[in-house]
């Protein structure tokens, strides 16, 4: 819910896939433009940072199922906004905020990289079709005495 507010602030639209069969938790977009999210956050302590799981319960994520990670620091209200081919073959990162010259510093509420990412290498600015004949299907609808209605569908 978290993401979801602070995406929505910086006005990004948010849509969450319905279920569990999703490798990511939302889908960002804003001028035609999206990116598949995974949400993770820590509450983990690691020396003086945090350290952060960025797989799942099998290890390392494989494949190409997300295109940023978004990893919240509960403790210190802040946001990392990384892209997962940074992240590619690791379960689990370390995050030191107070380190100026951190990894992954320059990715700190990196919002500005979401909406710039395309979903599948771009995207769709219109979708056009054309028909060449039309035919007519007859039905009746059940219990009338109308008579039989024609249905005109373009290119069957």
Known sequence: MCFMMRASE??????????????????VEKARRTARVQVKSTICRRNTGYECKVGD????????????????LIMEDIWY????????GQASIGIYPRLKWSKYERFREAW??????????????????CAEEETSFPFSIPGSQEARPQILLAGA
């Open 112 to 129: 500005h990289l979401l909406p710039g990412a395309l979903m599948n290498g771009g995207t769709i600015g219109s979708i056009e079709a």
């Open 81 to 88: 906004i990384i892209p997962a081919r940074i992240l590619r």
């Open 10 to 27: 910086l006005g990004m639209e948010v849509s969450k896939p319905w279920g569990d069969s999703a490798h990511y938790d939302f889908i």
């Open 57 to 72: 319960c099998n290890g390392a994520y494989e494949g190409d199922p997300f295109d940023f990670v978004a990893a919240y």
